[in-house]
């Protein structure tokens, strides 16, 4: 355990904190990536997950989509796409884990729109309501926690894969292990370990936070009965 | 200690990176030239595959009985498993690698484990968990033990479940032994590193990630043949 010892007494150098390129400065930047990646994960997924769960059909597609995702490995998306003429620099790395995002956004805005009770969109049609007041009147107030649930996923998912950005030297958190592994053990083993925990840190922090948004606007009398539905989603998800 | 000791993206030299004709992304040429290293790492990336697969899904079974006979253990074991599956893949192999070397192979085969294990678990338990009451009573009724109920009832009642968890585990650890590309052992990630580090190399990044593609929805269809040959009963029912 004497590694791990070495990596929280590198934690706690301030100046590893503070240096130029320091756990400061990688922390920033790998919540911008992480924010632009999750902006335009949500751009692209929520509208077409909401539109085809509200038309109720390509389920094909969401099933599609999340299938391609994850048998595409994240490092070659993140080596092509600065060769392509996207070019090198920050937009490759948010646009590869932009991808990474819009399955789990894309998957919970289908699967929340197609389960409201279909008995209350007939009971709204009944009252008159046209197709685009039902959408914005019933089914996305009531798809709301499988939104949230969706943006967790989609965030932490984010997070993680941030870290990989520094193989393509996109910089974020990443970088204090790679630096690290250049290092080698023995000189950087302190390093890669108190990367390693920073990462981890920073990644369950995000889940607990987006984990407590998603209590947050989750309606009291549904949280029950949502936390069996999400966990039967995540898993074919 | 510095940060910056990890070079920079080394600078085009010869040619520059840009669309000339000189670095194409698809080149038979560099395949043939290449195709012992090639062989070499595709074999390393089935072989660390199969193998994670094949640990985790011993481990994995076992667990998730446990956490399906005692009631009181399931929530726990789901939510270290959700905990454990949130740690980002390259944390894991930092904590991993000082402990156990850091161009061992037996790390990245750690960290990947892992991460199969979660997977399989949670499909495994909610295979079992859907085996439905009445079909238990029958087995209870028909004179079968614990032990026997599992085997002969429960067991081949949650395989498709147990199948679609390997489906997911298969898949996913495929694109995930490219990680290993950090510490050297990375299989086909190898040559994704390779090439984007030697002058950005199209033609071997592409092989590298065709080829890793190619092997999951591979390894997946077979998967799929294997759940067929094991639940005769299901394939009969559609038919």
């Given at each position: 355990?004497?590694?791990?010892?070495?990596?929280?007494?590198?934690?706690?150098?301030?100046?590893?904190?503070?240096?130029?390129?320091?756990?400061?400065?990688?922390?920033?930047?790998?919540?911008?990536?992480?924010?632009?990646?999750?902006?335009?994960?949500?751009?692209?997924?929520?509208?077409?997950?909401?539109?085809?769960?509200?038309?109720?059909?390509?389920?094909?597609?969401?099933?599609?989509?999340?299938?391609?995702?994850?048998?595409?490995?994240?490092?070659?998306?993140?080596?092509?796409?600065?060769?392509?003429?996207?070019?090198?620099?920050?937009?490759?790395?948010?646009?590869?884990?932009?991808?990474?995002?819009?399955?789990?956004?894309?998957?919970?805005?289908?699967?929340?729109?197609?389960?409201?009770?279909?008995?209350?969109?007939?009971?709204?049609?009944?009252m008159g309501l046209s197709g685009g007041q039902l959408l914005r009147r019933v089914e996305l107030p009531l798809s709301v926690p499988y939104l949230a649930s969706g943006l967790r996923t989609a965030v932490v998912q984010v997070v993680a894969t941030a870290t990989l950005a520094t193989l393509v030297n996109g910089g974020g958190l990443g970088t204090i292990i790679s630096a690290g592994f250049g290092l080698g053990i023995s000189r950087g083993g302190a390093q890669i370990v108190a990367g390693g925990i920073a990462v981890v840190l920073l990644a369950l922090l995000a889940e607990a936070v987006f984990a407590g948004v998603e209590r947050l606007v989750t309606p009291r009398p549904l949280r029950t009965v949502r936390r069996r539905r999400a966990a039967r989603a995540a898993t074919t998800g | 200690m510095s940060f910056l000791s990890r070079a920079p993206a080394p600078l085009p030299l010869a040619a520059p990176a840009g669309d000339g004709p000189g670095n194409p992304w698809f080149s038979w040429q560099y395949v043939q030239d290449n195709a012992d290293t090639i062989m070499t790492k595709l074999g390393f990336h089935i072989g660390i595959t199969l193998e994670t697969v094949v640990i985790a899904l011993l481990v994995a079974v076992p667990l998730a009985v446990l956490a399906y006979w005692i009631r009181p253990l399931t929530g726990p074991i789901l939510a270290l498993s959700g905990v454990l599956y949130t740690i980002p893949s390259l944390a894991l192999l930092a904590l991993l690698a000082p402990l156990l070397g850091a161009t061992n192979r037996v790390t990245v085969l750690i960290a990947l484990v892992l991460y199969a294990l979660l997977l399989l678990v949670r499909n495994a338990l909610t295979?079992?968990?859907?085996?439905?009451?009445?079909?238990?009573?029958?087995?209870?009724?028909?004179?079968?033990?614990?032990?026997?109920?599992?085997?002969?009832?429960?067991?081949?009642?949650?395989?498709?479940?147990?199948?679609?968890?390997?489906?997911?585990?298969?898949?996913?650890?495929?694109?995930?032994?490219?990680?290993?590309?950090?510490?050297?052992?990375?299989?086909?990630?190898?040559?994704?590193?390779?090439?984007?580090?030697?002058?950005?190399?199209?033609?071997?990044?592409?092989?590298?990630?065709?080829?890793?593609?190619?092997?999951?929805?591979?390894?997946?269809?077979?998967?799929?043949?294997?759940?067929?040959?094991?639940?005769?009963?299901?394939?009969?029912?559609?038919?």
């Open positions: 355990m004497s590694y791990f010892r070495d990596g929280l007494v590198w934690l706690n150098d301030p100046l590893n904190w503070t240096n130029p390129g320091g756990l400061l400065d990688r922390l920033q930047e790998h919540l911008v990536i992480t924010f632009w990646a999750v902006l335009v994960g949500c751009v692209v997924g929520l509208p077409l997950g909401i539109w085809l769960g509200h038309r109720g059909r390509g389920g094909g597609v969401v099933v599609t989509v999340a299938n391609l995702t994850r048998a595409l490995p994240t490092l070659a998306l993140l080596t092509i796409l600065p060769l392509t003429p996207i070019g090198f620099g920050k937009l490759p790395v948010i646009l590869a884990l932009a991808v990474f995002a819009v399955p789990p956004l894309l998957a919970n805005a289908y699967t929340g729109l197609r389960s409201v009770d279909a008995e209350t969109k007939e009971a709204a049609i009944g | 295979g079992l968990t859907q085996v439905s009451a009445d079909v238990k009573d029958a087995a209870a009724g028909m004179g079968y033990g614990r032990f026997g109920r599992l085997w002969h009832v429960e067991l081949p009642l949650a395989l498709p479940g147990i199948v679609t968890g390997l489906r997911l585990a298969t898949v996913s650890t495929v694109a995930l032994v490219t990680i290993g590309a950090i510490i050297g052992q990375g299989g086909l990630g190898d040559l994704i590193m390779g090439g984007f580090w030697n002058n950005f190399y199209k033609a071997e990044i592409l092989t590298g990630t065709v080829l890793c593609v190619g092997l999951a929805l591979v390894l997946d269809l077979a998967l799929v043949g294997l759940g067929r040959v094991l639940t005769p009963w299901s394939r009969r029912r559609t038919s």
